[in-house]
């Protein structure tokens, strides 16, 4: 018979590893989370954004060919000027969804509208050159430079365009060449 041979001590047991249970994520109620695209609350603001994301053809249409009648929270309306770009509301659409994250809705108006941002601008600037124009230092230059125009009027700071232009004391009636007051 042979001998048996010697027996070796077992090892020590090793700890088991057990996943912890996991609590589910809790469920909050309310309102859905806000889109992390950007705020648009005017008009404005969509022809701005179409200008940062570098749409320029977007951005022209909308300025020359959209008569606004309504905005909302993701809803346009407008007329669209005669002769304009056929496709501009159906494109807006999708460049404002694809840029914000959601659907917006903008459908065309047989309203008149909202003159466009362009004519707005145009009248803006017609407007600052009659109110120049109408100043009694500007009229005195225009009648010494006979042929003479106003072709830009600018602001030179922030405050200047609610500034109203006054004269300086004492230069209310301009004086002529040779030092008598003018009366027109």
């Given at each position: 018979?042979?001998?048996?041979?010697e027996?070796?001590?077992?090892?020590p047991?090793?700890?088991?590893?057990v996943p912890?249970?996991?609590?589910?994520?809790?469920v909050?109620?309310?309102r859905?989370a806000e889109?992390?695209?950007?705020?648009l609350?005017?008009?404005?603001?969509?022809v701005?954004?179409a200008d940062?994301?570098?749409?320029?053809?977007?951005?022209?249409?909308?300025?020359?060919?959209?008569?606004?009648?309504?905005?909302?929270d993701?809803?346009i309306?407008?007329?669209?000027?005669?002769?304009?770009?056929?496709?501009?509301?159906a494109?807006?659409?999708k460049?404002?969804?694809q840029?914000?994250?959601?659907?917006?809705?903008?459908?065309?108006?047989?309203?008149?509208?909202?003159?466009?941002?362009?004519?707005?601008?145009?009248a803006?600037?017609?407007?600052?050159?009659?109110?120049?124009?109408?100043?009694?230092?500007?009229?005195?230059v225009?009648?010494?430079?006979?042929g003479?125009q106003?072709?830009?009027?600018r602001?030179?700071?922030?405050?200047?365009?609610s500034?109203?232009?006054?004269?300086?004391?004492?230069?209310?009636?301009?004086?002529?060449?040779?030092g008598?007051?003018d009366?027109a």
């Open positions: 018979a042979r001998p048996l041979p027996a070796r001590p077992l090892p047991p090793r700890p088991v590893l912890a249970p996991v609590a589910p994520a809790p909050v109620q309310g859905p889109p992390a695209g950007p705020r609350s005017r008009f404005e603001d969509v701005a954004l940062v994301r570098r749409d320029i053809l977007l951005k022209s249409a909308l300025e020359r060919e959209a008569h606004l009648v309504r905005f909302e993701g809803r309306e407008f007329r669209q000027a005669d002769g304009g770009r056929p496709s501009l509301h494109d807006l659409a460049a404002l969804e840029w914000t994250g959601r659907r917006w809705i903008v459908t065309p108006s047989r309203e008149a509208g909202a003159p466009t941002l362009d004519a707005q601008a145009r803006a600037i017609e407007s600052r050159r009659e109110n120049a124009a109408s100043h009694p230092l500007v009229r005195e225009l009648a010494r430079f006979p003479a106003i072709v830009d009027v602001d030179n700071a922030p405050e200047a365009a500034a109203d232009l006054e004269a300086p004391a004492g230069l209310d009636e301009a004086a002529t060449e040779d008598e007051a009366d």
